[in-house]
């Protein structure tokens, strides 16, 4: 049998939120009632619901003890929806920021354009097209050894190797070879 502290904690560990998002987190709540299970928002409708039936039947006990559950789930849900705008703000501005940086950076490149200064090659256009000169050779441009011509070689060819010699100088003289041999 298990002890009731190791259970008690797992189960309180399991429905606090540790962050994330909150507001689409399924939940396991352990009312009254039972379990009721799922997101924040389907938790408080079901508690409201109970609520309501509660009340129908006359029983004020049960009505603000559903009451107080969706309560629980409501402040959770809010403080959760308040930190998803508190992030979505703080995000909001960074890009201001960073959009307003860009801006800035913009306008001293075009006024450094515009002013002769600080000519950066890396902003002077660039041609699409290698120019070749009159005699088709590169007009400037670095030789590189794709762009080489190949070379034909320079060394004369080889001679031709004498035909090779049927018979090793270890070999038994031709006369030898054709004699018949045991099978016959």
């Known amino acids: 049998m298990r002890s009731s502290k190791s259970r008690s904690r797992s189960k309180n560990n399991r429905n606090r939120p540790s962050g994330g ?3 689409n987190r399924v939940f396991d709540s352990s009312g009254p009632e039972g379990k ?18 509660a009340q129908l039947s006359g029983d004020r006990v049960a009505t603000e003890n559903f009451q107080q559950h969706a309560e629980h789930y409501l402040r959770l849900l809010s403080e959760a929806q308040r930190e998803q705008e508190a992030r979505r703000e703080e995000q909001e501005r960074q890009n201001r920021e960073r959009q307003a940086e860009r801006d800035r950076e913009r306008a001293e490149r075009q006024e450094r354009q515009s002013n002769g200064k600080g000519s950066d090659p890396t902003e002077q256009p660039q041609p699409d097209v290698i120019e070749v000169d009159a005699a088709g ?9 794709e762009s080489k011509p190949m070379k034909t070689s320079t060394r004369k060819p080889r001679a031709p190797r004498p035909p090779k010699d049927e018979t090793p100088s270890d070999a038994v003289p031709d006369g030898d070879q054709d004699t018949p041999t045991a099978a016959e």
């Open 36 to 53: 009721v299970r799922g997101t924040p928002q389907q938790i408080i409708d079901k508690y409201n619901q109970l609520a309501r039936d």
């Open 137 to 145: 050779e590169d007009a400037g441009l670095v030789e590189t050894p």
């Open 21 to 23: 998002n909150v507001v």
